[in-house]
């Protein structure tokens, strides 16, 4: 049984470009939420999705949009990247009956210069 | 405004000691308090949960204990071994309304 995979894995941009992170849930999960995790914080919530649509958003600017597919793997995609953005980006997948219960994917070290 | 708070942010165990972590929470509306397990350079690996209305759960070598009138919640590591060795966060939601929230994390190593 796959658990959530992510990609890439490593990934180096630079200020103003754009990004796009890919996320394939665990099988069996419907939902899809990212997180961005700074070095030596905890992860902190972006957004959530659920039938191809946002369900819950964090404090995160516009900047930060994402998308679901039918077969529920997801985007996130960063617009006009800042130094800040760089972080580890986490996708965690879920099942609609039992949301709390979030498993993680290994992540994407994004690093923005 | 931090709605998890945890403490310590390092801890330093010896093997086979106790490792004890400790969070505190504001939102007594949060229903499931989940611990994860993070290893440099991997995503957070979800540990032990707990809800409400229980005041401890044990599972292995872990255990929450869990104390609703305070406000806190523990993770207690029992006979800790180096390959304990990592961060652990604290985490609560309120199922189906909020999303999970995050402790800063705590970075533990158990030396030999």
């Known amino acids: 049984d796959a658990g959530v995979t992510q990609s890439p894995t490593h990934l180096i941009k630079t200020r103003g470009q754009q990004v796009t992170l890919r996320c394939s849930p665990k099988s069996g999960h419907d939902t899809v939420s990212w997180y961005q995790q700074a070095l030596g914080q905890g992860p902190q919530f972006i957004f959530q999705y659920y039938e191809e649509e946002e369900r819950q958003r964090g404090n995160f600017p516009d900047r930060f949009s994402g998308h679901q597919f039918p077969n529920y793997s997801s985007e996130l995609n960063v617009n006009a990247l800042l130094l800040g953005d760089s972080a580890l980006y986490l996708c965690a997948s879920s099942s609609g009956t039992l949301e709390e219960t979030q498993y993680f994917g290994p992540g994407t070290r994004l690093l923005v210069l | ?112």
């Not at chain 2, 330093?12 to 949060?30: D, L, M, P």
């Not at chain 2, 304990?84 to 994390?105: E, H, M, Q, R």
């Open chain 2, 1 to 112: 405004q931090q709605q998890v708070k945890q403490s310590p942010q390092s801890l330093i165990v010896q093997k086979g000691g106790i490792s004890i972590i400790n969070c505190a929470y504001e939102n007594t509306a949060f229903d499931y308090f989940p611990w994860y397990q993070q290893f440099p350079g991997k995503g957070p690996a979800l540990l032990i949960a707990i809800r409400p209305d229980v005041s401890e759960k044990k599972e292995g070598r872990f255990t929450i204990s869990f104390n609703k009138s305070a406000k806190q919640f523990s993770l207690h590591i029992m006979d800790s071994q180096p390959g304990d060795s990592a961060t652990y966060f604290c985490a609560a939601i309120v199922a189906g309304n909020t999303p999970l929230v995050f402790g800063k994390g705590t970075r533990l190593s158990v030396i030999a």
